[in-house]
């Protein structure tokens, strides 16, 4: 009887995952990624601001290459209209493989190259015109995804912690985006399907986006902090001196 007891409960820690991950819906998993970033969420439920670390991994199908990063995140969304996305300010910066910052303020995008003493200003509004898609924009369209995708169950639907991947492809199509596969944190379904709120969980654990040319961009964020009160002058960018400033002319930005 023993043995048949420690069996059972190891085949319980085993699939524990598993069976937490059926517990939930696919509306609820989306909502729980939605709604925090919506222009009209609960003051309880809006995620306002977090920061963090990220690991970026891109692999480049046609030179069978694969690039990796890492560094720190901020993120502030600010509400201004409830008919409209929230407007999203953000601060990536990049320890490796090289230095590099790309910073906005919700206006303006600046990719800062301190090896090449060179930095990259663009017009968010230009970015948005020439390809609402482009992943420096994605952020301001968390709110929105069932409207801008047609979301999904990933196969499998789950991975080995219980956390939920969603499926995603471009209502319309997009040169930039063919698939995007979102790893949702099982404890922020847990959270909001109980209690209609987050708690302090960013929902979105990491973002895979795949191109049609196939090749592909994995962010995984950790260590994330949420709602901490991030000042905007916090995604403010002053040159510093000496530094060339570049308009581009090109269409997107491509990091």
């Not at 090449?116 to 898609?133: E, F, K, L, P």
């Not at 795949?210 to 000042?231: A, H, Q």
């Amino acid at each position: 009887m023993k043995r048949i007891m420690v069996l059972a409960l190891a085949m319980l820690t085993t699939l524990g995952p598993a069976v937490a991950a059926r517990a939930a819906g696919l509306n609820d998993v989306i909502r729980t990624l939605e709604t925090p970033f919506q222009a009209d969420a609960p003051t309880a439920a809006a995620i306002r601001d977090f920061q963090g670390d990220f690991f970026q991994e891109s692999r480049i199908a046609s030179l069978d290459r694969v690039q990796r990063g890492r560094g720190r995140v901020a993120v502030k969304f600010k509400r201004l209209q409830q008919d409209r996305p929230p407007l999203a300010m953000f601060r990536w910066e990049y320890d490796q493989p090289t230095n590099q910052e790309i910073i906005s303020d919700g206006q303006t995008i600046w990719v800062y190259m301190p090896e090449n003493n060179q930095v990259i200003r663009s017009d968010i509004d230009v970015v948005n015109r020439t390809d609402a898609n482009d992943p420096l924009t994605f952020l301001t369209g968390l709110g929105n995804l069932s409207r801008d995708f047609n979301i999904g169950w990933a196969e499998p639907n789950h991975d080995a912690e219980g956390n939920w991947i969603l499926e995603m492809t471009p209502r319309r199509p997009s040169p930039m985006i063919a698939r995007l596969l979102i790893v949702v944190d099982r404890r922020a379904v847990r959270e909001f399907t109980g209690h209609g709120t987050v708690n302090h969980y960013l929902p979105m654990l990491s973002s895979t986006v795949y191109d049609p040319n196939g090749n592909s961009t994995i962010i995984e964020f950790n260590d994330i902090r949420v709602n901490r009160g991030l000042s905007d002058s916090y995604f403010d960018f002053i040159v510093p001196a000496g530094v060339d400033v570049v308009r581009p002319t090109g269409q997107g930005m491509g990091f």
